[in-house]
C-alpha cells in the first residue's frame, strides 16, 4: 500500500496553490450568479443589472464580515473569465449589425451616430475636467463610458411597431452601432502609447477586416456542424489572439472582438444556433463573472457620501444625448412626447458603459470613487427612462394618432438630407 | 353586438378564464377572436442580453399559443393568434385599434407592489385608453 501511495501522482499541483480554496470560491461565485438570476426573474430587470448589484452587496457584507480580499475580484481566474465573458459579449454585440441595412443607411447612420457619440462624448468629458476637477485622462474615460447606446434597448423599441422595417427605424438602430463603434475605438486608441505596436495592430485589424469574412464561412462549411464545437474554438481562437495583441499594443481587446463581430455579422450573425450556442456559453459562465466583478468595485459608501459626481454625470450624459438625438427622432416628424422616450432610451448602454469604466481602473486611470460614480451614472441611465416612461405612460401610437399621424401603420418613412 | 373580440393571453389561470368567457361572447354573437399574447423585453434592459431575450420570448409565446390554437379550432370558432412585443398595456390597445375590436377581455392577475411600481396595473392602463369596451375577468 505505501509503494502504491508514492507512486500515485498528484492530480494538482500543491505548491502555493490551495485547489479547495478556488473550488469553494467559484462556489460562492456561482451562486451569487445563480441568485442574481432569480432576483432578474422576479423583478423583471435585465440579468447583467442584478449582477451588477448583487457584485455590489456580496462585496459590502462580505467586507464587513471577512475581509475586503475574500471575495477574491482580483484572483488571475476569476479576472480571466470576467475578461472573456466581455470579449464575448462585445462580440455578439457588434454581431447584431445588419450589414445590409447598414450598406443602405451608412451615411445617415454614422452622421446620427458621430452626433450621438461625440456630444455626450465631449459634454461629459468636459463636465469631469471643469466641474468635478477630474484629471484629463480621467475625464476622457468619463467621456467613453457615458456616450454608449444600447442596440437591442432600441431594437425592442423599435420592433414595437415595426419601425425596425421602416427608414427610420433602420437609420436609428445602424447609428447605435456607429455610436458603440465610437466608444470602443475611443477606448482602444485614446489610452494607447503611439508606438510600433500600436501600427501592428492596426495593420492586423485591417487583415482581420479583409480576411475573416472570407475565411470563416469556409472553415465552417468544411468543419461546422459537429458536437466538438469547431466554430465555437475558431472564433474564440480568433477572439483571444487578437486580445493579446491589443494588450501587447497598450490598447483593450474588446475593440477587436467588436470589430470581430461586425465584420461576421453577415455570417455567424445569421447563424442564429451558432449565435444561441455562444450565448449559453457566454451569459452561462462567463458574465456573471465579469457583471458581478464590476459590481464588487463600486463603493456604496463613497456614493452615499458623495453623490455629487454620479448626479452630474448622469444628468450630462441625458442632456447630451437629449441635444444630439432629439432632433434626428423631430426631423422624422415623431410626436414630442414619443421623440423623447425614443432619446431617452438612447442613453442607456449598460455593457460598454462598465467595460469603459472598469478599464479605466484596471488601468489606473481612475480611482474607485470615479469608477462608482460612472457605474452608478451608467445604471442610472438604463434605469431612468423605463421609470419615466411607466410613470407617465400614454400608448405611445396614441400620441401618433393625436398628432396626425395613422395610428395601425410606422411612420412614414423620410429620407434624411 | 361585437364583431370583433380581441383577448389578451398570457398563459396564466385568470387569462385561461378569460379565455373562457371571450369565447363564449364569440359563439354568442358570432364575432372573430382574436388572441394577442404580448413578449415583453426586460425593464432596465442590457444589451446583448436584451436580443436574447426577445428571441426565447418570442418562441415561448409561440408555445403558449398552440394549445389555445387547439382548443379554438375545437370549440369551432374563427380566431386568429398573434405574438407582440413591447409594453403589454401599450400592445393590447394597438392590436385592438389595429383590429378594429368591438371588446378586449382581460384576464386580472395580482402584482406584488414592486411590479405595480415598475409595471403599473396593465387591466387598468387598458381600461383607461383602450377606444373600446374592456371586460377585465377575475
Redesign the interface.
Known amino acids: 500500500m505505501l509503494v502504491a501511495a508514492r507512486s500515485r501522482r498528484r492530480l494538482w499541483p500543491t505548491r502555493g496553490f490551495d485547489v479547495g480554496e478556488v473550488w469553494g470560491l467559484a462556489a460562492l461565485w456561482v451562486g451569487l450568479a445563480l441568485l442574481a438570476t432569480l432576483v432578474?426573474i422576479w423583478?423583471?430587470?435585465?440579468?447583467?443589472?442584478s449582477e451588477i448589484a448583487v457584485g455590489t452587496i456580496a462585496q459590502l457584507l462580505i467586507g464587513v464580515l471577512v475581509g475586503t480580499a475574500a471575495l477574491g475580484a482580483d484572483q488571475p481566474w476569476v479576472t480571466f473569465l470576467a475578461g472573456t465573458g466581455a470579449i464575448l459579449?462585445t462580440f455578439?454585440?457588434g454581431a447584431?449589425l445588419d450589414p445590409e441595412v447598414f450598406r443602405r443607411k451608412w451615411k445617415e447612420a454614422t452622421a446620427v451616430g458621430l452626433i450621438s457619440f461625440f456630444v455626450p462624448f465631449l459634454g461629459c468629458a468636459a463636465a469631469a475636467r471643469y466641474l468635478l476637477g477630474w484629471d484629463p485622462m480621467a475625464s476622457w474615460l468619463a467621456g467613453i463610458a457615458m456616450s454608449t447606446t444600447?442596440?437591442?434597448?432600441v431594437?425592442?423599441?423599435m420592433?414595437?411597431?415595426g419601425f425596425n422595417v421602416t427608414d427610420y427605424g433602420k437609420t436609428v438602430l445602424a447609428a447605435c452601432f456607429i455610436t458603440d463603434l465610437g466608444t470602443v475605438v475611443a477606448l482602444g486608441l485614446i489610452f494607447a502609447p503611439f508606438t510600433y505596436k500600436t501600427l501592428v495592430f492596426a495593420a492586423a485589424n485591417a487583415v482581420m477586416f479583409i480576411a475573416l469574412p472570407r475565411v470563416t464561412p469556409r472553415f465552417f462549411r468544411r468543419f461546422g456542424g459537429r458536437p466538438s464545437e469547431p466554430e465555437a474554438k475558431f472564433l474564440l481562437l480568433g477572439l483571444f489572439g487578437m486580445g493579446a495583441l491589443a494588450v501587447w499594443a497598450d490598447s483593450e481587446p474588446v475593440l477587436p472582438a467588436y470589430l470581430m463581430g461586425m465584420v461576421l455579422a453577415g455570417t455567424v450573425g445569421k447563424d442564429?444556433v451558432l449565435i444561441?450556442r455562444l450565448?449559453t456559453l457566454?451569459?452561462g459562465l462567463l458574465t456573471p463573472f465579469y457583471f458581478i466583478r464590476a459590481g464588487s468595485f463600486v463603493s456604496v459608501p463613497v456614493l452615499i457620501a458623495a453623490p455629487g459626481a454620479f448626479l452630474l454625470m448622469l444628468v450630462v450624459k441625458v442632456t447630451a444625448k437629449i441635444a444630439g438625438v432629439y432632433p434626428v427622432t423631430k426631423a422624422f416628424k415623431a410626436p414630442n412626447k414619443e421623440a423623447m422616450y425614443t432619446t431617452l432610451l438612447m442613453s442607456?448602454?449598460?455593457?460598454?458603459g462598465t467595460i469603459s469604466a472598469l478599464f479605466g481602473l484596471s488601468h489606473e486611470v481612475i480611482d474607485q470613487a470615479q469608477y462608482s460614480a460612472l457605474v452608478a451614472a451608467v445604471?442610472a441611465s438604463?434605469?431612468l427612462p423605463?421609470l419615466i416612461a411607466?410613470a407617465f405612460?400614454?400608448?405611445?401610437?396614441?400620441l401618433r394618432k393625436a398628432h396626425g399621424a395613422e395610428?395601425?401603420t410606422p411612420a412614414p418613412a423620410e429620407e434624411m438630407k | 353586438m361585437f364583431q370583433r373580440i380581441l383577448l389578451a393571453y398570457d398563459g396564466s389561470e385568470p387569462a385561461q378564464k378569460a379565455y373562457g368567457v371571450a369565447a363564449d361572447l364569440a359563439r354568442k354573437y358570432g364575432a372573430e377572436l382574436f388572441v394577442l399574447t404580448v413578449a415583453r423585453p426586460p425593464e432596465f434592459a442590457e444589451d446583448v442580453e436584451t436580443e436574447a431575450i426577445i428571441e426565447n420570448s418570442r418562441d415561448y409565446h409561440e408555445r403558449l399559443l398552440v394549445p389555445l390554437r387547439e382548443r379554438a379550432a375545437k370549440d369551432g370558432l374563427r380566431a386568429r393568434f398573434e405574438v407582440a412585443i413591447g409594453h403589454p398595456a401599450e400592445q393590447i390597445i394597438y392590436g385592438a385599434d389595429s383590429a378594429q375590436a368591438d371588446l378586449i377581455v382581460v384576464g386580472h392577475r395580482g402584482k406584488t407592489l414592486f411590479q405595480r411600481l415598475l409595471l403599473g396595473s396593465i387591466s387598468k392602463q387598458v381600461i383607461q385608453y383602450a377606444n373600446c369596451p374592456v371586460l377585465v375577468v377575475r
Do not use: D, K, Q
Open positions: 432578474s423583478l423583471r430587470i435585465a440579468t447583467a443589472l459579449l455578439l454585440a447584431e444600447s442596440v437591442a434597448v431594437y425592442a423599441v420592433l414595437e411597431f442564429h444561441r450565448r457566454t451569459f442607456t448602454g449598460l455593457t460598454f445604471i438604463a434605469v423605463t411607466n405612460f400614454m400608448p405611445r401610437h396614441l395610428a395601425s
